[in-house]
């Protein structure tokens, strides 16, 4: 089975990928493509309907923002909001 790419920058980003790791452009393909299944995969959130990777890298980087103290009345914020069982209180 064949594919034909038609996107610049997909080719361009496997070619340096390639030359990168040293490996044949296949591999690191194959090998990327492994790794978004098994994270897809993987987690209470999995497949459809799970959270979008975009929302969670854009939380990350606000929850990498937050001072210690800003972190921490978050966590007693949200603390409030549901009951040991993890259900709204």
């Known amino acids: 089975m064949a594919i034909n790419i038609k996107n610049d920058r997909v080719c361009d ?6 030359e990168l790791s040293g490996r044949s452009q296949v591999s690191v393909v194959e090998e990327a493509l ?6 897809a995969s993987s987690g209470p959130d999995a497949g459809p309907g799970g959270p ?5 890298r854009i939380l990350a980087q606000i929850d990498a923002s937050l001072t210690p103290t800003d972190s921490d009345a ?3 914020s949200l ?11």
């Open 13 to 18: 980003l496997i070619r340096r990928a390639s």
């Open 34 to 39: 492994e790794r978004y299944l098994a994270d």
């Open 52 to 56: 979008d990777p975009g929302v969670e």
């Open 74 to 76: 978050v966590r007693a």
């Open 79 to 89: 603390e409030d909001l549901y009951d040991d069982e993890g259900l709204p209180a």
